[in-house]
């Protein structure tokens, strides 16, 4: 793990079964996240984001939702210092990837997390974001654009979500061509990462 882990993170491909357990583990009483779902933006209104704002609020948390295709810095600063966590819906990665790097979220995430003041969960394409880079995720009908495919950098992995749903020739050409460079780790959906100081474990979240 990278040498600046500070802090606590749940990665999942598709599912949010684990976040109760790990929210009453990691978050205070009556914490707040701040929730982003810009990476579905492009596909109108998928019901998982409807389940994601289920999870955090069935748990007695507030939820701050944060736009990060309309929020201004100041803004964005103040939301990320009111949260304790941040939570990073699924849809598009590289499209996801752009509107983190044109609002000013990854420096800003980055940042407190470094700082050990701000835990983050990600679902699918916010799973990848958590990794070093979003190359491995490319794909023809993403509508993102980056000239920079470096993501968050928090954990030293990039994860591959829906891993069941990908082929053998898939896995195997991604790990050909992105290998060498990134260490590719698939995950099934109803399962997560939870990563911490103490390392990585597969934990169900179905």
Known sequence: MPDHL??????C???????????AEVLPNEGQIAFVDIAARPLG????????????TDGALRLLELDLADVAPRELAAVLDTADAVFVAGGYPVYLLEWAQRSGFLVEVRDRFKA??????GVSAGAALAGPDMSPLAAPDDPGQVTDTSCLGIVDFVVLPHADRRSADDLNSRQRVFGARFDLRPLRDGFAFAVSVDGVREVRSA
């Open 6 to 11: 500070c802090g606590e993170l749940l990665l």
């Open 13 to 23: 491909s598709a599912g949010v079964g684990a976040f109760a357990a790990w929210a």
């Open 45 to 56: 209104s998928p019901t998982y984001l409807a389940d994601c704002r289920t999870a955090i």
């Open 116 to 121: 050990g003041t701000l835990a983050y969960v």
